[in-house]
């Protein structure tokens, strides 16, 4: 089955300052990657995804970029403010009898500082 | 309307009663699923139903029973469950189960004491 690795698992950063995080997956097949952000006490919200016949996307002060070569997938977030802060989720998506189930990664809790 | 909606917000139950869980969407999505999530980790696919059928079903122990009573309400029944089972459990739905993001509620708090 597919594994998708994020890393790093938290990141601090302050006010402004840029935020990556990274993500990689193992099933070549996956074609379909969305990014979730998680506040405290509320379920993941999609932020943005990208599919595989895409190399980047961008809205607003995100974006994403997709190496399907090597298999891994970032989120940037410039410009970062405290209301950023959050865990985020990446996944990875492949086609399985009809249904695309996302595999999640870990997480990365995200911390902006004022 | 752009929301899911779970109710109750938070359940505490004993481990010999029988509840249930609410979610509700209206937005015309064709799919719907439960998931679960424990502290600091990611949500765990528990089941899917499409246009309100059945169709994935993780391995997940028969004390939870999916119900879908129409395209617009999925429920989660609860039965002897187990302290282990302590967790948040999400709804989510989407257009279909093509490659689709989800749109997920805020989650049921379930403590089983």
């Known amino acids: 089955g597919e594994n998708v690795e994020q890393h790093p698992s938290t990141l601090s950063v302050q006010e402004g300052d840029s935020a990556v995080i990274k993500c990689t997956y193992s099933d070549s097949a996956s074609n379909y990657f969305p990014w979730y952000k998680q506040e405290l006490g509320k379920g993941p919200q999609l932020i943005i995804d990208?599919?595989?016949?895409?190399g980047e996307k961008k809205d607003q002060r995100i974006a994403v970029t997709l190496n399907k070569t090597a298999k891994h997938f970032s989120l940037h977030i410039t410009e970062t403010q405290p209301e950023d802060s959050a865990v985020y989720f990446c996944?990875?998506?492949?086609?399985?009898?009809?249904?695309?189930?996302?595999?999640f990664g870990r997480g990365t809790s995200l911390i902006v500082h004022p | 309307d752009t929301e899911v909606t779970q109710t109750p917000k938070h359940l505490v139950m004993g481990m010999t009663n029988k509840k249930s869980l609410k979610c509700e969407q209206h937005m015309g999505h064709r799919a719907m699923y439960w998931y679960k999530q424990k502290a600091k980790k990611p949500p765990e696919l528990m089941f899917v139903?499409?246009?309100?059928?059945?169709?994935i079903n993780e391995s997940v122990p028969s004390r939870f029973s999916p119900e879908c009573p129409n395209s617009s309400l999925l429920n989660l029944h609860l039965h002897a469950l187990q302290p282990e089972d302590s967790a948040l459990y999400l709804c989510?739905?989407?257009?279909?189960?093509?490659?689709?993001?989800?749109?997920f509620g805020s989650g049921t708090r379930l403590t089983v004491v």
């Open positions: 139903y499409s246009y309100e059928k059945l169709s």
């Open positions: 996944a990875a998506s492949r086609s399985s009898g009809g249904s695309y189930i996302p595999t």
């Open positions: 989510a739905s989407s257009q279909g189960t093509g490659s689709y993001g989800y749109t």
């Open positions: 990208i599919r595989s016949n895409v």
